[in-house]
């Protein structure tokens, strides 16, 4: 069965520092990868999604950047992190070529920005 | 554009009691329709999924939903709360694209 696994849970770092977030799957080859931002008490926020190795696509223009290095990993960075920044990161899954199927969510990592 | 609308943004339910949580799309076709649960601090979880075929589908954990094509809705049901179901709810609609648009969440509490 498939897996997805996001780390670190939670994270606390200082306005202007770096991030990477990772997130890994298992059980499939070759997913639509996703990554969202959760705002407290708000509905999820579509920030990249992949298809493919390299491939990344840009929802919101930001700080934030997203690198898919191999077929079941994608990373979340900064370079420098703004206040803004803070909320609950979830990375999602769904199989290639199935866009009529769900997504499958990780378990999300809280990042507090101080 | 395209766009899915839950009024509701929480809901009380006494334990026991029944549950409808409603979800409105925008779409000139009929999308893949889904809801999903997120309990504090975790991810989301299926609940269900419809199609196409039989307009009431069942889900896990005692929940089903209805589409309603002339009224553009899916509206997420269980016939008796349980104080486990506390959480947000999350309606979703693809339209047949890469990307699926999530509601704003309805907060269920669940009160004994």
């Known amino acids: 069965s498939q897996t997805i696994h996001q780390w670190p849970a939670t994270l606390v770092q200082p306005v202007g520092s770096p991030l990477s977030l990772e997130c890994t799957v298992e059980g499939t080859s070759n997913p639509n990868l996703y990554w969202y931002r959760q705002a407290a008490g708000r509905g999820l926020q579509l920030l990249f999604y992949s298809v493919g190795i390299g491939q990344i696509s840009s929802e919101v223009p930001q700080n934030l950047s997203a690198s898919r290095p191999q077929d079941r990993q994608f990373i979340l960075s900064s370079k420098k992190l703004l206040l803004s920044d803070s909320g609950f990161y979830l990375c999602a899954w769904q199989l290639q070529g199935a866009i009529n199927q769900p997504q499958h969510f990780g378990d999300g990592t809280r990042l507090s920005i101080l | 554009a395209q766009s899915v609308t839950q009024p509701d943004i929480h809901i009380t339910v006494s334990e026991g009691a029944s549950l409808e949580l409603r979800c409105n799309y925008s779409?000139?076709?009929?999308?893949?329709l889904f809801w999903y649960v997120q309990s504090p601090g975790q991810g989301l979880q299926l609940l269900l999924k419809y199609f196409s075929g039989d307009t009431l589908v069942q889900g896990i954990k005692g929940f089903e939903a209805e589409f309603k094509r002339s009224q553009s809705s899916f509206n997420l049901r269980k016939p008796s709360v349980h104080w486990s179901d506390a959480a947000e709810y999350f309606c979703a609609v693809n339209t047949g694209g890469f990307k699926t648009i999530f509601g704003a969440g309805t907060r269920l509490f669940v009160k004994a």
């Open positions: 779409y000139g076709a009929t999308p893949y």
